[in-house]
């Protein structure tokens, strides 16, 4: 039971990463209705970007977060007027067909460059005890530091000019033109922070496991669960969903393989995409008296 209790525990903080990943991909896709295929590309850019900053700079492991945020941004940006911005508004086959090409040919530099050997980056904290189980410290942290990031981008979403700005071209982006909102630089901020929050994903996910330059497929899968479950559009919805993926594991690893859990999961996310179709948060939303 104990052991049960703490792989139950060590998912719901991995699951917490895995919310933060897929609120880069919910934004994007919630604000723009573009589906970004060069997610899982750049949560292997934040990866070996710390990797490099860590390695060959010195920089303590997580001071290396506002930068690799900063830079995730940066390219975020670049990416957006560079693939996306011409095709706003177009079929949806024309945006996974830009993004997708991109994906390929950062996931082809990256290949160039690193091979397909396994690299890891060097983190160590204190852990957590629990009767004869601990939990790592990185995994702590990890968690830790996805609750005060999603704090500041709700914060950011529902205390700031821009944000609301952000929120409104989601809605409407005609009537958001209207008064005068910058619908197009707006768009590009909020595709740089869905990046940006993916490079912060992948730079965490390093501190707790090795990688490859291939890794990012496995976590762009999990982040399309996770924003379909959570609702699309909704990063509060994607950080509980999630921590519900990560719930769903550590009840699933001790009773089943390991290469039976991403099976598991798909099962859960076609069942969720067929009955509760606007994610799980809508189960517990009050229905309003007709």
Same mark, same amino acid.
């Given at each position: 039971?104990?052991?049960?209790?703490?792989?139950?525990?060590?998912?719901?903080?991995?699951?917490?990463?895995?919310?933060?990943?897929?609120?880069?991909?919910?934004?994007?896709?919630?604000?723009?209705?573009? +589906?970004?295929?060069?997610?899982? /590309?750049?949560?292997?850019? *934040?990866?070996?970007? !710390?990797? &490099? %900053?860590?390695? $060959?700079? #010195?920089?303590?492991?997580?001071?290396?977060?506002?930068?690799?945020?900063?830079?995730?941004?940066?390219?975020?940006?670049?990416?957006?007027?560079?693939?996306?911005?011409?095709?706003?508004?177009?079929?949806?086959?024309?945006?996974?067909?830009?993004?997708?090409?991109?994906?390929?040919?950062?996931?082809?530099?990256?290949?160039?460059?690193?091979?397909?050997?396994?690299?890891?980056?060097?983190?160590?904290?204190?852990?957590?005890?629990?009767?004869?189980?601990?939990?790592?410290?990185?995994?702590?942290?990890?968690?830790?530091?996805?609750?005060?990031?999603?704090?500041?981008?709700?914060?950011?979403?529902?205390?700031?000019?821009?944000?609301?700005?952000?929120?409104? +071209?989601?809605?409407?982006?005609? /009537?958001?033109?209207?008064? *005068?909102?910058?619908? !197009?630089? &707006? %768009?590009?901020? $909020?595709? #740089?922070?869905?990046?940006?929050?993916?490079?912060?994903?992948?730079?965490?996910?390093?501190?707790?496991?090795?990688?490859?330059?291939?890794?990012?497929?496995?976590?762009?899968?999990?982040?399309?669960?996770?924003?379909?479950?959570?609702?699309?559009?909704?990063?509060?919805?994607?950080?509980?969903?999630?921590?519900?993926?990560?719930?769903?594991?550590?009840?699933?690893?001790?009773?089943?393989?390991?290469?039976?859990?991403?099976?598991?999961?798909?099962?859960?996310?076609?069942?969720?995409?067929?009955?509760?179709?606007?994610?799980?948060?809508?189960?517990?939303?009050?229905?309003?008296?007709?």
């Amino acid at each position: 039971m104990l052991g049960l209790l703490a792989s139950i525990l060590d998912g719901v903080l991995i699951g917490a990463v895995y919310g933060l990943a897929a609120m880069g991909i919910t934004l994007i896709w919630g604000v723009m209705d573009v +589906v970004n295929l060069t997610h899982g /590309a750049m949560i292997v850019a *934040g990866m070996f970007a !710390a990797y &490099v %900053l860590v390695g $060959a700079a #010195g920089v303590p492991v997580y001071a290396t977060l506002p930068i690799v945020l900063a830079g995730g941004f940066l390219v975020g940006v670049g990416l957006y007027w560079l693939s996306v911005h011409r095709v706003i508004g177009q079929p949806p086959l024309m945006s996974l067909l830009s993004t997708f090409a991109v994906n390929l040919v950062l996931v082809g530099l990256g290949t160039a460059v690193w091979g397909t050997d396994l690299f890891n980056v060097p983190a160590s904290l204190p852990g957590f005890s629990l009767g004869r189980y601990t939990f790592p410290g990185t995994h702590l942290m990890a968690a830790l530091l996805t609750g005060v990031i999603a704090l500041a981008l709700y914060f950011f979403l529902y205390r700031t000019r821009l944000g609301k700005a952000v929120r409104a +071209v989601s809605n409407n982006r005609e /009537a958001a033109e209207l008064v *005068g909102i910058p619908t !197009a630089r &707006v %768009l590009a901020l $909020a595709f #740089g922070l869905g990046v940006a929050l993916a490079s912060v994903a992948g730079m965490l996910i390093a501190t707790m496991f090795p990688f490859t330059v291939l890794s990012g497929d496995a976590y762009q899968l999990k982040s399309f669960v996770v924003t379909v479950l959570g609702g699309l559009g909704n990063p509060t919805g994607a950080l509980v969903a999630g921590i519900a993926l990560g719930l769903v594991e550590g009840l699933t690893t001790p009773f089943v393989p390991v290469s039976w859990t991403l099976v598991i999961e798909f099962i859960l996310f076609v069942v969720v995409l067929i009955t509760v179709p606007g994610g799980l948060l809508t189960l517990f939303r009050r229905r309003r008296p007709a």
